[in-house]
C-alpha cells in the first residue's frame, strides 16, 4: 500500500509537470545512431565470438555463463548492450537496428536469460504505446500483446530445460508426468494455475511475507551491501557476491531447502533495512526515477535515450531483484553509454585527422 500510494502521487506530479510538453520529434534522435550501432555491434560481435568459441550445445543457463567467463567474455557486453540499442531502434523506429539488435538477445533468451529479453520487450511495448488513449483500439491490441508475451513465458519457463534436455519433447506427456509426481497438483487446472498465477507472482509475495515474518533485517547488512554495489569495491575488500545479495538470505533463512533460486523482492529488503521507514523512502526513489526517465520521451539527452531499459527494469522488473542489481542496471548502463561514447568519438578524430591528412597531400600534389 505504502509503494501504491507514493507511485501514484509522484505519478499525478509528474504528469502535471508535463502536460504541456512538447513529444520530441525521432527525426531529431538520428544524430545518436552511431552511438546505438556502437552497442548494437559490440554485442553481434561478442555473440558470434562466445558462439564460435562455446558453442550453443548448454542444457542449463549457468553453464555458458561460466563457459563464457573462462574464455574471458563478458556478458555485459554481449547482451545488455543489444537491448539498450534495440529500444533506441524502437524508439527511432530505425528497422535495421531492431533486427541487428534482435539477434543477440534471441541467442541469450535460447540459453535461458529471458529476464532481459522480456525487460526490452515490454520497453518495446511502453514505446509503441506511449501517449495512448485509455479506451481506444489501440489498447486492445496492446492488452492482447502483452497477454500473448504473458502465456508464451510463462509456458517457456517451465518447459524451457526438458526441451533442451528430451530430444522428442512432447508436452502432453511432459505435463501429465509433473501432474502424477507432483502431491500439489491434483488435476491440469490445478497445474495451469500454478505456472500462470503461482510460480511468479505467488514466489515474489511469498519471499516478502517470509523475508518479514522470519526478521531477516537481523542477518541483513545494509551497509555492507551499498559498499559491495560500488564499482571494483569487492576486488578488494573481502565482501563477496553472496554479501550483498538479499535473495541468498532468502534462500537460507526464510524458504530453505530448494534447489534452485527463488528470486527476492526489493520490498523486503528495504523493510529488513530501515523497516517501513525503507520502504516509503525506497518507494520515493524509485518513482521519482520512473519520473524522471519518462522525460526521454520530451527532451534530447544521451543518458535518457540510452536508459530505456533501464526505465522498463524500474517499472516491471524490479520486484523480484535484489537492490544491488539495480546498482547493478545503473553501472552497466552508464559504462556502456561511455564506452560507446569513446569509440565514437575516436572514431570522429580518426576521420578529422585521415581528412587533414588527405588536404595536405592534395596541396602538396
Same mark, same amino acid.
Given at each position: ?183 500439489? %497438483? /491434483?488435476?491440469?487446472?490445478?497445474? !495451469?494455475? +500454478? &505456472?500462470? @498465477?503461482?510460480?511468479? $507472482?505467488?514466489?515474489? =509475495? ?13 542477518? %541483513? /547488512?545494509?551497509?555492507?551491501?551499498? !559498499?559491495? +554495489? &560500488?564499482? @571494483?569495491?569487492?576486488? $578488494?575488500?573481502?565482501? =563477496? ?20 533460486? !527463488?528470486? +527476492? ?101
Amino acid at each position: 500500500m505504502i509503494v501504491l500510494i507514493t507511485h501514484l502521487i509522484i505519478t499525478c506530479i509528474h504528469d502535471t509537470i508535463n502536460n504541456k510538453n512538447v513529444l520530441i520529434n525521432i527525426h531529431d534522435l538520428k544524430s545518436y545512431n552511431r552511438i546505438a550501432y556502437v552497442l548494437c555491434f559490440i554485442s553481434l560481435f561478442l555473440t558470434i565470438k562466445a558462439l564460435y568459441i562455446v558453442g550453443y550445445q548448454f542444457t542449463y543457463k549457468d553453464e555458458y555463463k561460466n563457459a563464457l567467463a573462462e574464455n574471458n567474455i563478458s556478458m555485459i557486453f554481449t547482451y545488455y548492450s543489444s537491448a539498450m540499442s534495440l529500444l533506441f531502434g524502437i524508439l527511432t523506429r530505425n528497422r535495421k537496428l531492431i533486427i541487428l539488435s534482435f539477434l543477440p538477445l534471441i541467442n541469450y533468451a535460447y540459453m535461458g536469460y529471458r529476464a532481459l529479453f522480456v525487460v526490452a520487450i515490454i520497453g518495446s511495448i511502453t514505446i509503441s504505446f506511449y501517449n495512448t488513449k485509455l479506451f481506444s483500439k489501440k489498447i486492445l491490441k496492446l492488452t492482447s500483446i502483452i497477454i500473448l508475451v504473458f502465456l508464451f513465458f510463462s509456458i517457456q519457463k517451465v518447459i524451457y530445460y526438458e526441451v533442451k534436455k528430451t530430444e522428442n519433447f512432447s508436452l502432453k506427456n511432459h505435463v501429465e508426468k509433473i501432474i502424477s509426481k507432483d502431491a500439489r %497438483y /491434483d488435476n491440469l487446472n490445478e497445474y !495451469l494455475k +500454478s &505456472i500462470f @498465477f503461482y510460480s511468479e $507472482f505467488g514466489q515474489t =509475495s511469498s519471499n516478502l511475507t517470509l523475508s518479514i515474518d522470519n526478521e531477516l533485517g537481523k542477518k %541483513y /547488512d545494509f551497509t555492507t551491501m551499498l !559498499l559491495g +554495489s &560500488i564499482p @571494483f569495491v569487492k576486488n $578488494f575488500s573481502d565482501i =563477496s557476491e553472496d554479501d550483498v545479495r538479499f535473495s541468498r538470505l532468502i534462500r537460507n533463512y526464510a524458504n530453505p531447502g530448494f534447489s534452485y533460486g !527463488l528470486a +527476492s523482492n526489493v520490498w523486503g529488503e528495504a523493510y529488513a533495512a530501515l523497516g517501513f521507514f525503507g520502504v516509503f523512502l525506497f518507494s520515493i526513489i524509485v518513482s521519482s526515477t520512473i519520473s524522471v526517465l519518462n522525460s526521454v520521451f520530451f527532451r534530447k539527452n544521451i543518458f535518457y535515450l540510452f536508459n530505456i531499459l533501464f526505465l522498463s527494469f524500474l517499472s516491471f522488473y524490479i520486484h523480484r531483484n535484489d537492490m544491488t542489481l539495480i546498482f547493478a542496471h545503473i553501472k552497466n548502463s552508464v559504462f556502456l553509454i561511455i564506452c560507446a561514447l569513446l569509440i565514437v568519438s575516436f572514431y570522429q578524430l580518426f576521420l578529422k585527422i585521415l581528412k587533414i591528412n588527405l588536404e595536405k597531400k592534395n596541396i602538396c600534389e
